[in-house]
């Protein structure tokens, strides 16, 4: 195929989430923005979230590091999230209509008002897709479930996207 046969990527579909069904679990009927799906378990107030935003388009005379982007996101992540520790860092891989999509996850310990939380997140920017894509969940401390979480990252799939390795 010629560049020129190419869709641009303006004209390509925005990257978009299929949930898994986790146990427990429901769709929220609100959720807290744009570009997230948002499930609840009320029985012990864990949420699950999947994200999606847009990355803006560089200049064509500049590229863009997706594991050095995804990096500044996981960073700016923890920096909004006052009085965070950060647990763990680590690769892990999401499932997308590509193949599997390399990412990075960090484990959180915070607090929400006065409550204790810990949190799970993976995230992936991806250049070629313009986009910031991630997984969340955020239990109060001691009720995150960590066979929910891989669940979760496992059985969520990401649709519309190309990138694969960093």
Not at 22 to 38: C, F, H, K, L, N
Not at 41 to 59: E, I, K, N
Not at 78 to 105: F, I, N, S, Y
Request: charged share 25%; net charge negative; hydrophobic share 40%.
């Amino acid at each position: 195929m010629h560049a020129a046969d190419r869709p641009s990527p303006a004209s390509k579909p925005a990257a978009r989430w299929d949930p898994p069904a986790i146990d427990g679990y429901t769709r929220s009927e609100r959720a807290p923005g744009p570009g997230i799906v948002q499930l609840e378990d009320p029985s012990d107030a864990c949420v699950l979230q999947l994200t999606r935003s847009p990355l803006p388009a560089l200049p064509a005379d500049r590229s863009r590091d997706d594991r050095a982007a995804t990096e500044d996101a996981l960073d700016v992540s923890l920096q909004l999230l006052e009085g965070a520790e950060e647990t763990a860092r680590r690769d892990t891989t999401l499932t997308t209509d590509a193949g599997p999509m390399a990412a990075r996850e960090i484990a959180v310990t915070t607090s929400v008002g006065t409550q204790r939380a810990e949190l799970r997140m993976a995230l992936r920017a991806s250049a070629a897709d313009r986009a910031l894509v991630g997984l969340v969940h955020i239990c109060p401390a001691g009720a995150l479930d960590e066979a929910v979480w891989d669940a979760w990252v496992a059985g969520a799939t990401l649709r519309n996207t190309t990138a694969t390795t960093f």
